[in-house]
T-cell receptor, first 114, second 115 residues
Framework: AQSVTQPDIHITVSEGASLELRCNYS??????LFWYVQSPGQGLQLLLK??????LVQGIKGFEAEFKRSQSSFNLRKPSVHWSDAAEYFC????????????FGKGTKLSVKP | DAGVTQSPTHLIKTRGQQVTLRCSPI?????VSWYQQVLGQGPQFIFQ???????GRGNFPDRFSARQFPNYSSELNVNALLLGDSALYLC??????????????FGPGTRLTVL
């Protein structure tokens, strides 16, 4: 069965520092992978997605993620964190075929220190 | 352009009651999916509808049902509410349903509290 693991429940980084959020997936075929961000009281906003091709994908707000098939990972990175990046981040894998539903990890909460 | 809209924003019910949540997709989108997000967890898939037909169902009891209307809006119904149904219910719309590269756009959610 497909699953997504986000090993870090909560991460705190200083403003201006680099960030890496980890995501590991379990999926039998080529996965469709996504990172979403959720601010308090808000819905989910798509940061970036990977379907095929270049394994380094660029997203909005300066985020990028790298797909590593050998490690079943899709880690999210940002070179310099801003205070406004404080939010919860969700990694998700999409099922192919006739169903388009997403399977989400439990999320990583990011706090940013001034 | 309006994004995905959901109503109501917040809802308080008591155990055993029934609730109906509503979702309007982005104009032109024909697929609507529903997710339940319990506090501290990631969203869990409940249903997907495309062109008024159910395309997928998650691991939820029969107390949960949904439908999609000709204008592609959707309702999620939950009967015989339990305390454990307290959650943020998210609606997502997409152009199609056949594959996951139909990007899903999420609404702000309905916060349901069951007392």
């Amino acid at each position: 069965a497909q699953s997504v693991t986000q090993p870090d429940i909560h991460i705190t980084v200083s403003e201006g520092a680099s960030l890496e959020l980890r995501c590991n997936y379990s999926y039998g075929a080529t996965p469709y992978l996504f990172w979403y961000v959720q601010s308090p009281g808000q819905g989910l906003q798509l940061l970036l997605k990977y379907f095929s091709g270049d394994t380094l994908v660029q997203g909005i707000k300066g985020f990028e993620a790298e797909f590593k098939r050998s490690q079943s990972s899709f880690n999210l990175r940002k070179p310099s964190v801003h205070w406004s990046d404080a939010a919860e981040y969700f990694c998700a894998v999409g099922r192919g075929g006739s169903q388009g539903n997403l399977i989400f990890g439990k999320g990583t909460k990011l706090s940013v220190k001034p | 352009d309006a994004g995905v809209t959901q109503s109501p924003t917040h809802l308080i019910k008591t155990r055993g009651q029934q609730v109906t949540l509503r979702c309007s997709p982005i104009s032109g989108h024909k697929s609507v999916s529903w997710y339940q997000q319990v506090l501290g967890q990631g969203p869990q898939f409940i249903f997907q509808y495309y062109e008024k037909e159910e395309r997928g169902r998650g691991n939820f009891p029969d107390r949960f049902s949904a439908r999609q209307f000709p204008n592609y809006s959707s309702e999620l119904n939950v009967n015989a509410l339990l305390l454990g149904d307290s959650a943020l219910y998210l609606c997502a719309s997409s152009l199609g349903a056949g594959s996951s590269y139909n990007e899903q756009f999420f609404g702000p959610g309905t916060r349901l509290t069951v007392l």
